[in-house]
């Protein structure tokens, strides 16, 4: 118990995104720096018979580890784990994970809210949660909880978002840490999270 | 919201009162539906939910029925039925008699989906499905065969995706916002409160099908309900999970093997 406890990471970043993230991701995950010290969640909005090989294609875009979230995973530094379709995807006390296929959330399953919130329960100001392009208010109401907690959030900038309506919602209902492009985002990752 | 001390608490305190054992199950899931069953039976603090749930049991099995997820559909995972149909049914047809066990029923769409599959090989009339879960709500519904009309689209779409090729709509009679399924279907079925947690087997069976329940248990519980499936399967029997679930972690997995085309099927190897 005690070795776990030391190795088990004190801080996790989500993101989630809509329509029009997926190409975000694409732009963003090769700035992303090979050694990052923090697992990475990507909770993704997608029709879920368009999106097998979304796992290989994300993993094609970076020398980080990127896998299905399965239940009962260990989060470890430098992997991303991408939600699957159909799951809810949330996080227990001891750092694993586990999914729920109960019903959507803002017509979602995966559901940014749900994500986001139990990541805030568990990391609470160890929590960096950034809300990518969409079309849905989806994200936006945990991300006060997410604040609560003592996390960070960060918001794509609306201008340069494919669709802007689920940043601007996030902006207009909470207090957002920062609110940036997709290369500033990188940056700002690789800058807090360092070796 | 409830704190993790708070809902330690409860559950100790609802083995003690019912001997119900909710303590193996994975705790983020359990959480987030417990602080939705708060907000909606409007209570006004912890004390307060803890109060009811523990005085009034008609006010406990509600909860159970809202902290435990029911969602369900027939012919879920259509990829699922098409591989039980060509891969299995042929299997369980070589026997004079199948006995079939579906573990965490719900409110039934997985056992009729079942039932229809047998009906079309023409194994129906040699079935007996045994169909359990926890919670008595979800299997009076299941008992009745009476679904909301709203959902026979999307159950017509998988039974099609699945490789059905009769009429989806033969199987039930339309009656305003109900469909009602056909008697011969439920005939076959016998319906059975059992608590995995606590249960032990009750009989042997060539097929189990236990389907997005063991994503809500913790590993220890998970191994548990899997070893009591491994007691209550025939030599050479089938185990069919979620498209989550896996042995692959289990004490069990050395004397299973999965079928080739890797859905979520595993066959005892004697
Ligand atoms: C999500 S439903 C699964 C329904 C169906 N098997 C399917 O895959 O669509 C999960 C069911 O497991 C039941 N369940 C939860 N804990 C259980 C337990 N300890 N023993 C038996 N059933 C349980 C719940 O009441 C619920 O009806």
Redesign the pocket.
């Known amino acids: 118990m005690e070795k776990e406890t030391m190795t088990s990471p004190e801080k996790l970043i989500v993101i989630g995104g809509s329509s029009g993230s997926l190409e975000v991701l694409m732009n963003l995950l090769p700035l992303l720096g090979k050694r990052l010290p923090v697992p990475v969640i990507i909770v993704l909005h997608r029709n879920n018979q368009s999106d097998n090989g979304l796992v290989e294609l994300f993993a094609s875009k970076t020398k980080l580890t990127v896998k299905e979230a399965d239940e009962k995973d260990i989060l470890v530094p430098g992997t991303v784990y991408i939600a699957a379709p159909d799951y809810h995807l949330l996080i227990e006390q001891d750092k694993t994970l586990s999914l729920d296929?109960s019903a959507k959330v803002n017509f979602s399953r995966p559901s940014i809210d749900v994500t986001f919130s139990s990541a805030a329960d568990v990391f609470g100001k160890g929590l960096t949660a950034i809300l990518l392009s969409g079309a849905n208010a989806d994200g936006a109401d945990a991300m006060i909880y997410v604040k609560e907690c003592g996390g960070k959030l960060i918001v794509q900038d609306p201008d340069e978002a494919l669709v802007g309506y689920m940043p601007r919602q996030a902006i207009e209902q909470n207090d957002v840490d920062m609110i940036l492009g997709v290369v500033e985002i990188a940056e700002w990752i690789n800058t807090e999270f360092r070796d | 919201m409830t704190t993790n001390e708070e809902l330690e608490g409860l559950l100790e305190e609802i083995i003690q009162y019912y001997g119900y054992d909710f303590t193996g199950y994975s705790r983020a899931s359990l959480m987030r539906r417990v602080n939705a069953f708060y907000v909606k039976e409007r209570c006004n603090s912890f004390a307060d939910l803890r109060q009811r749930v523990l005085e009034n049991q008609a006010f406990f099995i509600h909860f159970v029925e809202e902290v435990?997820?029911?969602?369900?559909?027939m012919f879920?995972d259509p990829g699922f039925y098409n591989t039980l149909r060509t891969e299995i049914v042929p299997v369980l047809a070589t026997y004079p008699f199948i006995r079939i066990w579906?573990?965490?029923?719900?409110t039934g769409?997985?056992v009729y989906s079942m039932a229809i599959l047998l009906k079309e090989a023409g194994l129906l009339h040699k079935a007996i499905l045994y169909a359990?879960?926890?919670?008595q709500k979800?299997l009076e519904k299941a008992k009745a065969g009476i679904f909301p009309m709203s959902q026979m689209r999307q159950n017509s779409e998988n039974y099609i995706k699945a490789g059905g090729r009769h009429e989806f709509s033969s199987y039930y009679t339309a009656n305003y916002n109900f469909a009602r399924f056909d008697k011969a279907l439920s005939d076959k079925m016998v319906f059975s409160t059992?608590?995995?947690?606590s249960d032990s087997s009750f009989n042997e069976f060539q097929l189990i099908?236990?389907?997005?329940?063991l994503i809500?248990f913790d590993k220890d519980l998970q191994a548990r309900v899997l070893q009591l499936f491994d007691k209550s399967l025939d030599s050479l029997g089938f185990l069919a999970l979620?498209s989550k679930e896996s042995l692959k972690f289990s004490a069990i997995a050395p004397y299973y093997s999965q079928i080739a085309n890797k859905e979520k099927i595993w066959r005892k190897k004697r």
């Open positions: 296929a | 435990t997820v029911n969602v369900t559909e879920r579906h573990a965490g029923c719900s769409e997985e359990t879960d926890l919670n979800v059992h608590n995995l947690v099908l236990c389907r997005n329940v809500y979620g």
